[in-house]
């Protein structure tokens, strides 16, 4: 084949997969531009039940647990979560403990971490406890480093009462379906 025929394919080629990729993001941007508008603004009685329901995938669970408490990494869920907890169940800031859970390779970090999460969840520094540092064979350093902030556990002081509604709550939106 000759080499400029080749070539102009090559740029009818890039052309259309340029165009393609195009067309694929600004429809991929429109599903999520509706998926937002279909959520629109929850009533108080839905943010309690997206709370609850949260609280039921994420939330801490184990038969033993002694009080209401929830891990992620996912900022947006965290401050969800505080703000639920404070908004829908009436729990005072002041009574959240916060710890951040972390590898070990990001010892240095916590200090930072720890003031990350107090700022985005505009909480007070001082509720947070010693940081847990996960013991592994290998140190995981994330391709995004300046991104992780480790997980935050989120409980409730004395939230023993709350737990065990909760789990009605959850037997009770489990009996819906």
């Given at each position: 084949?000759?080499?400029?025929?080749?070539?102009?394919?090559?740029?009818?080629?890039?052309?259309?997969?340029?165009?393609?990729?195009?067309?694929?993001?600004?429809?991929?941007?429109?599903?999520?531009?509706?998926?937002?508008?279909?959520?629109?603004?929850?009533?108080?009685?839905?943010?309690?039940?997206?709370?609850?329901?949260?609280?039921?995938?994420?939330?801490?669970?184990?038969?033993?647990?002694?009080?209401?408490?929830?891990?992620?990494?996912?900022?947006?869920?965290?401050?969800?979560?505080?703000?639920?907890?404070?908004?829908?169940?009436?729990?005072?800031?002041?009574?959240?403990?916060?710890?951040?859970?972390?590898?070990?390779?990001?010892?240095?970090?916590?200090?930072?971490?720890?003031?990350?999460?107090?700022?985005?969840?505009?909480v007070d520094i001082s509720?947070?406890?010693?940081?847990?540092?996960?013991?592994?064979?290998?140190?995981?350093?994330?391709?995004?480093?300046?991104?992780?902030?480790?997980?935050?556990?989120?409980?409730?002081?004395?939230?023993?009462d709350i737990l065990r509604?909760?789990?009605?709550?959850?037997?009770?939106?489990?009996?819906?379906?």
């Amino acid at each position: 084949m000759d080499r400029a025929l080749f070539s102009r394919l090559q740029e009818g080629r890039k052309k259309f997969q340029a165009e393609r990729t195009q067309k694929r993001l600004l429809h991929e941007r429109n599903l999520f531009d509706q998926g937002k508008k279909d959520i629109g603004k929850l009533t108080s009685r839905e943010q309690f039940l997206v709370g609850v329901a949260l609280y039921w995938a994420e939330g801490f669970k184990h038969q033993d647990e002694s009080t209401l408490g929830l891990a992620t990494l996912d900022p947006k869920m965290a401050k969800f979560y505080v703000d639920w907890l404070v908004g829908s169940l009436g729990i005072v800031k002041e009574n959240l403990l916060f710890t951040v859970t972390a590898n070990e390779a990001y010892k240095e970090k916590i200090g930072e971490m720890e003031r990350y999460w107090a700022d985005f969840l505009r909480v007070d520094i001082s509720q947070f406890r010693k940081a847990f540092f996960q013991k592994t064979k290998q140190l995981k350093i994330y391709a995004n480093s300046d991104k992780y902030h480790g997980v935050i556990r989120i409980r409730v002081r004395k939230g023993l009462d709350i737990l065990r509604r909760m789990r009605g709550w959850m037997a009770g939106l489990a009996e819906t379906i």
